[in-house]
């Protein structure tokens, strides 16, 4: 930043066929990334900037702007953001079309959960039995087998499993709404999952105090009390706990683990008494007090919020009725899966945790998310609304954001009666914005009548919308047939197959027609012609709305307008009430 002593550093995340660079401005006191996604945190001015496995950081020219001085539109300096993915550069990556290598597409696979996986995981949401729950004599034969023939080592095992935690509680308790989190950690190896938990926490951006009453004297215990040391997370005596539970917006039972046996004694029984009928606990593995088998048998033990078992669920875990239940532990061989018979559902993505068990009873009414953080101010926009977009689509991408080109396409027949659907964004320039589709859809047909339409982007993470609405033309014969030959094989001839929007006899016809035509090509030499029915369409804008979540709903809205009155290449700018 102009006049700052200290540099900024680029960021560089390469995983897959993914690459991104992301500036880091210490002078803002910003130096927090996940992988996959970018959050930013405040941290104080001391703070050091540290390298990830697969990050490197390089200093840059002072000038450079991190992510936060985007977003705010305070900076007068572009910083250098390249995204490398299936739109290309960064500069064309909705302008060219040129598809994934085969090692990209690969790559890319790795992030998508397969088929199969998908429909376990909806399995298990409505099947508990369709998960395995093990007794304590399984869980600890299987530790012994990860910790003997496996080559685990119990640090290694301890720090997945706390990893998983984290994951879960981040998962359940976004940390906008949730920051302050208190750990209370036992002696033995559930204490070290949650010291564990407790660092993962301080860097997701969670504000954290630990209470460890009785530490266990081993080197590695000793490393992990020493590492949330050098973070400034404070320890609490447990008697300071009675006045201040109220505090937390959560707090982790990590007291007691599946080799417990018989009553807590001191100082944890009344530890688990105090935490009894609190709001959002999160128990470790088991509820503390809970027998590993037959659950809350005394009447002695917590009723958690929040349960994260780990390798397998135990027993006890059938009788848990709080509202959220996860599964954490990404390490089980199929070896040990096989041995024991599990059955565990499979991890979408890159995730740590998986939700297992019924979902609860849903209260639509009161999902809501509180925005915070973001402003949108009128000195802040670009004059071009088409800048603006380009700027806020790269924000998207930049922070990994899954398919940031899907847009609502709204549409309406000659009587007025509306549709909308999700489609993806192809193209855009100061001409408009383009997609593609079949000309025989309703879609298709409803622009026929009335080439009136609204596209609509939503960035969750960012807490933003972008809303354009105007008038649409198909693009010309040139443009559709670059981007039809630009597609996946298999989608182009996917687009021969369908004709969009007919009542057809049943999957069978397209599968036979897809069967068919790929006969028809199978020499990749022929080249397949883009049929008629099908090609892009290009909206106009006439007005854009861009729209940034804040704090009690009250938005912010800014909208650009074509006015009569106004020279045709001017844009007005006006602020509407959320």
């Known amino acids: 930043m102009p006049g700052t002593k200290r540099i900024c550093f680029i960021v560089v995340a390469r995983i897959g066929a993914w690459e991104c660079s992301l500036a880091f401005c210490p002078n803002l006191h910003r130096n927090r990334l996940r992988v996959g996604t970018c959050k930013w945190q405040d941290k104080p001015a001391s703070a050091k900037v540290h390298g990830y496995h697969g990050i490197t950081l390089s200093p840059i020219a002072p000038t450079s702007a991190c992510l936060h001085c985007i977003q705010e539109r305070q900076s007068l300096f572009k910083p250098p953001v390249t995204v490398y993915d299936k739109y290309q550069s960064l500069s064309h990556r909705v302008h060219t079309y040129t598809p994934l290598s085969k090692s990209q597409a ?43 023939p496996l080559g685990f080592s119990v640090d290694q095992l301890m720090e997945l499993a706390g990893l998983s935690v984290a994951s879960a509680i981040f998962e359940a308790y976004p940390v906008q709404a949730n920051n302050r989190v208190l750990v209370i950690c036992g002696p033995g190896n559930n204490g070290g999952d949650g010291l564990v938990a407790a660092r ?18 081993k080197p590695l215990y000793h490393g992990l009390v020493t590492q ?14 009675p006045s201040i539970l109220s505090s937390f917006d959560v707090v982790v039972d990590a007291i007691f683990g599946f080799s417990f046996r018989g009553q807590p004694r001191p100082p944890f029984d009344a530890l688990i008494q105090k935490l009894v009928g609190l709001p959002n606990v999160v128990s470790v593995d088991i509820p503390s007090g809970w027998h590993v088998e037959e659950g809350d048998i005394n009447g002695i033990g917590l009723h958690p919020d929040m349960l994260v078992s780990l390798t397998a669920p135990k027993l006890c875990a059938r009788k848990f009725k709080g509202l959220h239940h996860f599964l954490g532990g990404r390490f089980v061989p199929p070896l040990i899966a096989e041995k024991f018979g599990l059955k565990l559902p499979p991890y979408p993505g890159t995730s740590q945790c ?4 019924k979902l609860p009873s849903i209260d639509v009414g009161s999902l809501r998310e509180n925005y915070v953080g973001a402003v949108l101010l009128e000195e802040h926009l670009n004059a071009d609304p088409f800048s603006q977009f380009k700027e806020w689509f790269e924000d998207a991408v930049a922070m990994g954001l899954p398919e940031p080109n899907a847009m609502t396409l709204a549409t309406a027949n000659k009587e007025g009666h509306p549709s909308a659907r999700m489609v993806l964004l192809k193209g855009y320039d100061e001409h408009g914005f383009v997609w593609y589709t079949n000309y025989g859809s309703r879609k298709a047909l409803e622009l026929a009548s009335n080439p009136w339409a609204s596209i609509v982007f939503f ?5 933003r919308q972008a809303r354009i609405t105007g008038c649409v033309e198909k693009v010309s014969s040139e443009e559709s047939d670059e981007y039809f030959h630009s597609r996946p094989r298999e989608s182009q001839i996917g687009a021969l197959v369908s004709a969009q929007s007919t009542v057809i006899a049943g999957r069978h016809v397209l599968d036979q027609a897809y069967e068919d035509l790929q006969s028809r090509y199978a020499d990749k030499s022929i080249i397949i012609p883009r049929p008629d029915h099908w090609g892009g369409f290009r909206l106009q804008p006439e007005a854009f709305e861009f729209w940034q979540g804040r704090e009690s709903r009250l938005h912010d809205r800014l909208t650009y307008t074509k006015e009569m009155a106004v020279d045709k290449s001017n844009w007005v700018i006006h602020r509407l009430a959320p």
């Open 106 to 148: 690969s790559d890319q696979q790795l992030f998508h959960t397969t088929k199969k996986d998908m429909d376990s995981l909806v399995q298990h949401l409505h099947d508990p039995n369709s998960i395995s729950y093990i007794s304590q004599e399984a869980a600890a034969a299987i530790d012994e087998l990860l910790m003997g």
């Open 200 to 217: 993962h926490l301080h860097h997701f951006g969670y504000s954290l105090s630990v209470c460890y009453p009785k530490r266990t004297d």
């Open 228 to 241: 949330l040391e050098s973070l400034s997370i404070p320890f609490l005596l447990e008697d300071e706990l």
């Open 354 to 357: 998986v939700w297992i068990g």
């Open 459 to 463: 960035w969750e993470r960012l807490h």
